[in-house]
C-alpha cells in the first residue's frame, strides 16, 4: 500500500508542471486565435467629368495670310469665341478673329474674320488633355490703309469674301471652370478681289472660362 501512494505522487509530480505548460500555450496562443480585422471599406468612385453647357474663349492668334498679289506676311492679332455644348461630342462654335500687320509703305494691314459651325470631341470631355476639330464657314473681311508718299494721297482697299477654315488643337482641363488652349492650327484659306482661292494658315493659344453645367 506505501509503495502505491508512492507511485501515485511520483506520477503527481510530474503531471503538475506538464498542465502548467499547457495552459500556457493556450494563453500565448490566444490571441492568434481571433478572427482578422474587417477590411476597411472601399473609396467611392471619382464623380463624373464636369461638362459645361456654354464656354467662352480668348486668346492670341498667328495667320500666314498670302495677299492677292501673292505675297506672303505673317499677321499677330487674336481671336474670341462662345461654344454652346449640344452633346458631349458635338457643339456649336462661334468664333471671331482678327489680324494686322504694318507694312510700311505697303500698308498698314488688318484681316478679319466671323465664323461659325461644329466642333466635334472624339474622346467626349473625359480627358486631362481634351483633342477637337472643327469646320467653320463666314466671312472674310480685308482692310489695308496705305500713307501718303511721294505726292500720292493717303488710300484704303477694302473687301470681304466668303471665308472658311478646317483644323483642331488641344485643351488641357485646369480646374472645374478653367481650361487653357495649349494649340489650336487651321487651314484658313482666303479669296479676296476674285483672284482665286489663297493659302493661309492660323495657330492660336488661349484660355477657356465654362460655366452652366449640361445635363
Not at 496562443?29 to 472601399?42: F, G, R, Y
Not at 500720292?152 to 477654315?165: G, N
Not at 487651314?187 to 460655366?211: D, E, L, M, V, W
Request: with cysteine.
Amino acid at each position: 500500500m506505501k509503495q502505491l501512494c508512492a507511485l501515485c505522487g511520483f506520477v503527481l509530480l510530474f503531471m503538475i508542471p506538464a498542465f502548467g505548460q499547457a495552459e500556457q500555450g493556450q494563453a500565448a496562443q490566444a490571441p492568434n486565435s481571433q478572427a482578422p480585422p474587417p477590411e476597411a471599406p472601399a473609396p467611392p468612385p471619382p464623380p463624373p467629368p464636369y461638362v459645361a453647357r456654354y464656354e467662352i474663349s480668348a486668346g492670341y492668334s498667328f495667320r500666314s495670310f498670302t495677299q492677292p498679289s501673292g505675297v506672303r506676311i505673317g499677321t499677330n492679332g487674336g481671336y474670341g469665341s462662345v461654344q454652346y455644348n449640344i452633346l458631349s461630342r458635338l457643339s456649336a462654335i462661334v468664333e471671331v478673329t482678327a489680324g494686322f500687320k504694318d507694312q510700311g509703305l505697303n500698308g498698314d494691314l488688318s484681316l478679319y474674320s466671323v465664323m461659325a459651325g461644329p466642333q466635334i470631341y472624339p474622346f467626349k470631355h473625359r480627358r486631362k488633355v481634351t483633342p477637337f476639330a472643327h469646320v467653320l464657314f463666314g466671312e472674310g473681311f480685308y482692310r489695308n490703309s496705305y500713307p501718303a508718299y511721294g505726292g500720292f494721297p493717303h488710300a484704303v482697299s477694302t473687301d470681304s469674301a466668303m471665308a472658311w477654315e478646317a483644323g483642331g488643337g488641344f485643351d488641357w482641363v485646369h480646374s472645374r471652370r478653367w481650361e487653357v488652349r495649349l494649340l489650336e492650327l487651321d487651314y484658313a484659306p482666303t479669296k479676296f478681289f476674285g483672284n482665286g482661292t489663297k493659302s493661309g494658315y492660323r495657330g492660336s493659344i488661349g484660355i477657356i472660362y465654362r460655366f452652366g453645367e449640361k445635363k
